[in-house]
């Protein structure tokens, strides 16, 4: 695989993980805990692959820089600033998240969680709206 297509497959896992989140909510929601637990476990896995892909991206190929100009460019660069930010900011809390979880500490799992899955959610959302802003619609010529 060309470092290339690496973005795209970022994106693809990033709205993997959103549609993860997802199902793994509206699985609780309906006290689904086996479905809950896999779905959680899988969005965890492609946020890793996320990570992993994202970083040899860059290692290779540097920084994309955003060609957009006027009013978009401002919105581009607050979304990719509380994206970068809570990109963070979410891994600890995913740690601790699943620790409670696993430790049984379902109160816990449960306070920390009302927090973690949207932070989780926006971080994941935003990444593939960066992906698009970048190399979609206002792609560098």
Known sequence: MSYDALP???ATLNATSGVLLCA???FIRRRQISAHRACMLAALAASV????SYLVYHAHHGTTR????GA???LYFFILTTHTILAAVIVPLIVITLGRAWRGEFG???R??????????YVSVTGVVVYLMLY???AAP
Not at 66 to 69: L, V
Not at 114 to 120: G, V, Y
């Open 8 to 10: 795209h497959l970022n």
């Open 24 to 26: 793994g909510f509206y």
């Open 49 to 52: 692959a996320f990570l992993i």
């Open 66 to 69: 955003f060609a957009g100009q």
């Open 72 to 74: 978009v460019r401002p």
């Open 108 to 110: 816990r799992h449960l």
């Open 112 to 121: 920390l969680a009302r927090w973690t899955l949207p932070l989780w959610l």
């Open 136 to 138: 979609h619609f206002y």
